[in-house]
């Protein structure tokens, strides 16, 4: 097997014509073998195989830089780097991270989860490199999805201002992880129907030398291609189409299913958790199911509400319930910050947008959502999925800095629902009111069943809910970490040793003083519980609330830390957040004693 005898690229290059065939279904097969057993990003890998084995075969990384944009499709980069160990032994799957990782290896140059940054990055290294007097290669490779951010934009223009080898590879396979959407998509459709012919050329408008390339995975006709280019003093574009899930029927139908998941049937093409649910959790629904039905009804009655989507639609449709909702729904591209400032326009020209975006994405639009949205003071609902310890747990795709960020932006009401009741009435408010901008932390985990005692209005949504009346220690939960309060207080009472006061804040952006300032009367600690970082949190704004008071204050969240791949119950562990830590420092504070 050749792939076992790779173990730098400088092995790839002592391969035959041949036998660089025979590696290709190599590892094309053992690719296959790992995502269905293991799962990862399928269809972006798929495609990609035999254009990583010819940029290793024609360029000499880590000397010339390769850089990947998003990164979904560098698991054949790491079995050419000297990883294949970790996609050719079962025990050794989790031995890399899924995304490029400069603490694995010298070949990846960044940490890289996010789309759009490969240019500007490629921009950076090779002004660096000009400045030094070097004369390497610097490759930038970016999927048509990842051009519909504005980053990219930014980059190509730069770049071709800097004049300088830079070779930009994109590989257009027609598809984001939905489908794409964006003017650029004409020009490029146009440029594939025309064999890159095109007199209407946006890269060539952009001032870069053109390559067009239809047979993408073509592997001798890409290291022609490669060849030609390598070591150009001036920005190149290889315009290279391939077929995204390439050598699998099933990714290769469906492109969109196929984007990333897993484990799955090599055979029928399922994703193996569809078929071992068991009939009780097949028959809940979820958050997101739960928020999928509320907009679809909303949408049906009132043609004002709009949804916003940026890259990852299935987040609230499927391809048949877009379809069926129409202009109403609108997919920006991976492009957060259009979603931001789009959705601030749209609710200043009076119809009622919802953007849903996950927490960690979210992050790439933070001054659209301060300046256009808050500073507007305009009512635009945006609904955060993944905010939590237990959603995403890579480095590069964590969900848990949201709350410091997000609610201290003035106008902006940020809110975190406990239950599927507190949840879909919370998201109708604030569809129906025109006064705040709105963010909702969507519950992570399963749904919460917990009746609200009273309807939510303006005067409501921002006083904090008493879910359990005790004396001396009041537990206040946030969001997803509501449970756990519960939980805690449950434990010291069966203790005997206390009867905790259990709080749901409701509101992370504002306090509830009045509630603050009661409990001064019975109460000697107050704890915080919170599915985020510390550092800037919800907890630390209670704690400077209490500071000149008599009241005792314990916050506990995470770290400010760039966690990766943990496990859930060991990273809780280690931040004192298990119902018995949490339990005993309760019982330690001095405010007790």
Not at 443 to 467: A, C, D, Y
């Amino acid at each position: 097997m050749y792939l076992q005898t790779i173990n730098k690229p400088e092995d790839l290059k002592r391969l035959t014509r041949n036998e660089l065939h025979q590696l290709v279904e190599e590892v094309r097969t053992t690719l296959l073998e790992k995502i269905s057993s293991h799962g990862g990003h399928n269809g972006p890998n798929l495609g990609v195989v035999e254009m990583t084995i010819a940029l290793h075969y024609v360029f000499e990384s880590p000397i010339d830089k390769l850089i990947f944009d998003v990164s979904h499709q560098t698991y054949i980069h790491k079995m050419l780097t000297g990883r294949a160990h970790a996609f050719l032994d079962a025990n050794q799957y989790d031995e890399v991270s899924g995304y490029t990782n400069p603490k694995e290896s010298d070949h990846d140059l960044f940490t890289v989860g996010h789309t759009s940054t490969s240019l500007s990055l490629a921009n950076g290294v090779a002004k660096a490199r000009d400045i030094k007097g070097e004369t390497n290669n610097v490759v930038a490779v970016i999927g048509d999805g990842s051009l519909s951010g504005g980053l990219a934009y930014e980059g190509l223009n730069n770049i071709s201002e800097l004049g300088t080898n830079t070779i930009v590879i994109v590989n257009d396979n027609d598809q984001s992880i939905a489908e794409n959407h964006g003017g650029i998509y004409k020009n490029l459709r146009l440029l594939r129907e025309t064999q890159g012919q095109a007199e209407s050329n946006f890269f060539t408008a952009l001032g870069f030398q053109y390559e067009y390339l239809a047979a993408g995975n073509d592997l001798d006709a890409l290291i022609e291609l490669f060849t030609k280019v390598k070591d150009s003093s001036s920005p190149v574009v290889l315009h290279i189409q391939t077929v995204k899930g390439k050598g699998f029927s099933f990714a290769e139908e469906n492109r969109e299913k196929f984007h990333a998941g897993g484990p799955f049937s090599l055979e029928t093409g399922e994703y193996l958790a569809r078929n071992t649910a068991t009939k009780d959790s097949a028959s809940k629904k979820t958050y997101n199911q739960l928020t999928t039905e509320l907009l679809l009804d909303k949408m049906a009655r009132d043609e004002k509400v709009v949804a916003v989507n940026a890259g990852t639609p299935m987040l609230l449709f499927n391809a048949e319930q877009r379809e069926k909702v129409g202009k109403q729904f609108v997919d920006v591209g991976i492009a957060e910050e259009q979603a931001a400032t789009m959705t601030a326009g749209m609710a200043k020209n009076g119809v009622k947008p919802v953007w849903a975006v996950h927490s960690t994405f979210m992050q790439r639009s933070y001054d659209q959502i301060s300046h256009d949205l808050a500073l507007n003071n305009l009512a635009g609902t945006i609904l955060v999925y993944g905010a939590s310890v237990s959603a995403m747990n890579d480095e590069s795709h964590l969900g848990i800095f949201d709350i410091p960020f997000l609610s201290h932006i003035p106008n902006l009401v940020y809110l975190a629902p406990t239950s599927k009741e507190e949840y879909l009435a919370l998201l109708e408010w604030s569809l129906d009111q025109n006064a705040h901008p709105v963010a909702i932390r969507v519950p992570v985990g399963s749904v919460e069943e917990n009746p609200i005692n009273e309807p939510i209005n303006e005067q409501t949504v921002f006083k904090n809910q008493l879910t359990k009346k005790g004396e001396r220690v009041a537990i206040i939960g946030v969001g997803n970490f509501h449970s756990l309060a519960k939980e805690v207080a449950n434990h010291l009472e069966q203790a005997g040793k206390l009867k905790a006061t259990v709080i749901n804040p409701r509101v992370i952006s504002q306090l509830d003083t009045e509630l603050l300032e009661t409990l001064k009367e019975t109460h000697e600690l107050v704890v915080t519980l919170e599915d985020g970082i510390l550092s800037g949190g919800y907890g630390q704004t209670i704690a400077s609330y209490y500071g000149d008071s008599d009241i005792h204050v314990q916050n506990y969240g995470l770290g400010k830390v760039f966690y990766d791949r943990y496990q859930v119950q060991e990273l809780l562990a280690e931040n004192s957040l298990t119902v018995e830590q949490i339990s005993e420092n309760i019982l330690k504070s001095s405010a007790l004693n």
